[in-house]
């Protein structure tokens, strides 16, 4: 059974920066997807970057240019670093592991717990 456990999550004021870090306990496919998710109160869930088990990396528009993913695979962690942090990116934060399908898309079956990150002006 995968594990996903995700830290770093704090409170910071607007312009700060974050690292998040997700500890994988398994790689349950061999063609394995990372991902991380954020969830606002009262919004839905929205898938932020994906990293592929061959490198590949992909992100969404609006947080292009702020938001990283990265992994060390070695020590099986996945990260995310956080910068130019905005009060709207107040959310819990959230791991995810899935299988890449024949169309290049992350097909995400496992999720952790979430850590929260409160950004404030």
């Known amino acids: 059974q995968v594990q996903l456990v995700e830290s770093g999550g704090d409170s910071v004021q607007a312009g700060g920066s974050l690292r998040l870090s997700c500890v994988v306990s398994?790689?349950?496919?061999?063609?394995?997807?990372m991902g991380w998710f954020r969830h606002p109160p009262g919004k839905a869930r929205e898938i932020l970057a994906t990293?592929?088990?061959?490198?590949?990396?992909t992100d969404v528009e609006s947080v292009k240019g702020r938001f990283t993913i990265s992994e060390d695979n070695a020590n099986h962690r996945v990260y995310l670093e956080l910068n130019s942090l905005k009060p709207e990116d107040t959310a819990m934060y959230y791991c995810?592991?899935?299988?890449?399908?024949?169309?290049?898309?992350?097909?995400?079956?496992?999720w952790g717990q979430g850590t929260q990150v409160t950004v404030s002006t």
């Open positions: 995810a592991q899935g299988y890449t399908d024949w169309g290049g898309i992350c097909r995400f079956r496992v």
């Open positions: 398994e790689y349950a496919y061999e063609q394995y997807c």
């Open positions: 990293i592929h088990s061959d490198g590949k990396t």
